[in-house]
């Protein structure tokens, strides 16, 4: 069977549309991995008085992120298609990230709100782990002159609560004898509450893919997200975790052996 060609008038009107989509807003949202901060640095604030008690911490532990475009942002054809050949990012409808209407302010407001609760629980749960494993510490913890008042945090621009695991092992970082990140390029993500359990957080293959770009080489994942790991970065080992205890454990574990696990470890609680 043959058929006749589009008429020639016809194929530049088609060809026309094609390139006008590119510049035209599309109702989508673009969700990429976003930078990687190393909480090690000025981000975890505790005074010296304290930390200057224990080998100063080597390496970088990074709290990962996702960029997400907010409800009034362009989005244009032109980037939809850019994401999609890069294969960097995911392009969702708008309205499976955010509620018709949205009110902008509430959205940024609720999402520092959700920070600073990460922030209180990571303090509350580091503390109860120092007080629990170091006995160096616990008399200032019990008598109340290392306090949460004390401890401070300083990430502008960055919302919700997923970086409260990594606050925690921040801060049992900066108070621990024992050297946990020991020079190495560590990475991670999870929420976390006051009792130091580990919840899932959303965006984990993008944060694996920033971790990857920030030159980490472990990675430390909420057990919840295992289920949500379809491709791991080349390079990137990455070890599941329930609780900050356990997180602690294994960062502890000397390099040789946690190099023997698989890509993947800490998903099953067999």
């Not at 907010?70 to 960097?88: C, H, M, S, Y």
Request: net charge positive; charged share 15%.
């Amino acid at each position: 069977m043959r058929f006749s060609p589009l008429p020639r008038l016809v194929r530049y009107f088609l060809f026309l549309i094609l390139i006008l989509s590119l510049f035209i807003p599309l109702p989508f949202v673009i969700v990429l991995p976003g930078p990687a901060t190393d909480v090690l640095g000025p981000v975890v604030k505790i005074p010296t008085r304290f930390t200057e008690k224990v080998p100063a911490p080597t390496g970088k532990l990074m709290l990962t992120t996702v960029s997400i475009s907010t409800p009034n942002a362009k989005v244009f054809g032109l980037e939809v298609l850019a994401r999609w050949i890069q294969a960097d990012g995911v392009v969702v409808p708008k309205s499976v990230v955010y509620e018709p209407n949205v009110d902008i302010e509430k959205v940024n407001k609720e999402s520092l709100a959700e920070m600073d609760g990460s922030q209180n629980n990571a303090v509350v749960a580091a503390f109860n782990y120092l007080n629990m494993y170091e006995p160096a510490l616990a008399p200032y913890l019990r008598s109340g002159e290392l306090n949460s008042q004390l401890v401070k945090f300083d990430l502008p621009n960055t919302g919700g609560p997923s970086g409260g695991l990594i606050f925690a092992l921040g801060i049992v970082e900066k108070l621990n004898s024992a050297q946990l990140v020991n020079g190495r390029l560590i990475a991670g993500t999870g929420t976390i509450n006051k009792k130091g359990e580990v919840g899932p957080i959303g965006g984990i293959e993008d944060k694996l893919i920033g971790a990857k770009r920030a030159g980490a080489t472990l990675f430390i994942a909420p057990i919840d997200n295992c289920i949500d790991i379809g491709h791991i970065p080349s390079g990137l080992q990455i070890v599941a975790v329930s609780t900050l205890a356990q997180a602690v454990t294994q960062l502890k574990k000397p390099v040789q052996e946690l190099a023997k696990l698989p890509a993947l470890s800490g998903c099953s609680n067999a």
